[in-house]
């Protein structure tokens, strides 16, 4: 009996870290992406036209890695004063994406900071 509580016990601390502990998410869990349905109607003579687009819009968040092709779409910005951004450290860049201003580091291309205008 003393043998089987004890075993009990023993099993019960190696078990109880593995029921807390949670699954690593990858950088590219913290990105969200919205998305919606635009619409627009008008006439073009007599008939009733309506355009629809799907509008998917993706909200940053720092730690989120940006991929080689995400890094060369976005343009960089050199003229961060105009925008009242704060200068950036050495090896870090202001890029701008639609109306977001990621600060992000040129090595890794992690995202240190956001702002939106």
């Not at 190696?14 to 919205?34: G, I, S, Y």
């Not at 036209?49 to 343009?75: D, F, M, Q, T, Y």
């Not at 105009?82 to 995202?111: C, E, H, M």
Request: aromatic residues 8%; without cysteine; glycine residues 4%.
């Amino acid at each position: 009996m003393k043998r089987l509580l004890i075993a009990l016990v023993a099993s019960s601390f190696l078990t109880a870290p593995m029921a807390f502990a949670q699954p690593v998410k990858p950088f590219e869990v913290a990105q969200v992406k919205e998305r919606h349905v635009e619409k627009r109607i008008y006439k073009h003579g007599n008939n009733r036209v309506v355009e629809k687009h799907v509008v998917v819009k993706k909200r940053w968040a720092r730690g989120h890695r940006l991929s080689p092709s995400e890094r060369r779409r976005i343009a960089a910005v050199n003229d961060y004063r105009r925008y009242k951004l704060r200068t950036p450290q050495r090896g870090q860049q202001w890029v701008r994406v639609d109306n977001d201003f990621l600060l992000i580091s040129v090595a890794t291309g992690v995202i240190v900071n956001l702002a939106t205008r």
